[in-house]
T-cell receptor, first 107, second 113 residues
Framework: AQRVTQPEKLLSVFKGAPVELKCNYS??????LFWYVQYSRQRLQLLLR??SRESIKGFTADLNKGETSFHLKKPFAQEEDSAIYYC?????????FGEGTQLTVNP | DTGVSQDPRHKITKRGQNVTFRCDPI?????LYWYRQTLGQGPEFLTY????????KSRLLSDRFSAERPKGSFSTLEIQRTEQGDSAMYLC???????????FGEGSWLTVV
């Protein structure tokens, strides 16, 4: 069975500080991993996927198969990054989500 | 707005009543998903369709829940004999079969009193 764990429900940092949102997964196959974000009063939207190896809004995430992790990082947090971030794993047919981490970036 | 749309956005119903939610996916998207999300939790998969065929259902989907996508376009999710535990946000999402990005709607909030 596939499972996604986000150990921190709440994370608070100051503007300009580095931020790391942790994600660990368990999956027997070859995983496809994503980060979704939900800003206040907006719909859930894709932030980035591991396949693309892209940087979106300054965020990056590296898949570490040895540690079964897909942590999301940003070197300098901005106030507009405040949101709920969900790590998700795709089995091909559907997404399995973690419980989410609410990030607050303080001025 | 050409994104996934859901209706109604909010529904308050009495325990025991039936409710139905509608989802209009992005045009041409073959796959349509239903998820449920409660406060403080991530979305939980309920079911998905490929065109009009319902291909997978979660164990979370009790026999009081039924979903349809009769013409492979919009979908409905019906909950019969609602219970207080059904109170949640019901999210619809869609994607192209050949794509790997799932697009979500804004959700339908259900409150059972």
């Amino acid at each position: 069975a596939q499972r996604v764990t986000q150990p921190e429900k709440l994370l608070s940092v100051f503007k300009g500080a580095p931020v790391e949102l942790k994600c660990n997964y368990s999956y027997s196959g070859s995983p496809e991993l994503f980060w979704y974000v939900q800003y206040s009063r907006q719909r859930l939207q894709l932030l980035l996927r591991h396949i693309s190896r892209e940087s979106i809004k300054g965020f990056t995430a590296d898949l570490n198969k040895g540690e079964t992790s897909f942590h999301l990082k940003k070197p300098f947090a901005q106030e507009e990054d405040s949101a709920i971030y969900y790590c998700a794993l795709s089995s091909g047919s559907r997404l399995t989500f973690g419980e989410g981490t609410q990030l607050t970036v303080n001025p | 707005d050409t994104g996934v749309s859901q209706d109604p956005r909010h529904k308050i119903t009495k325990r025991g009543q039936n409710v139905t939610f509608r989802c209009d996916p992005i045009s041409e998207h073959n796959r349509l998903y239903w998820y449920r999300q409660t406060l403080g939790q991530g979305p939980e998969f309920l079911t998905y369709f490929q065109n009009e065929a319902q291909l997978e259902k979660s164990r979370l989907l009790s026999d009081r829940f039924s979903a349809e996508r009769p013409k492979g376009s919009f979908s409905t999710l019906e909950i019969q004999r609602t219970e207080q535990g059904d109170s949640a946000m019901y999210l619809c999402a869609s994607r192209l079969l050949t794509g790997n990005t799932i697009y979500f709607g804004e959700g339908s909030w259900l409150t059972v009193v």
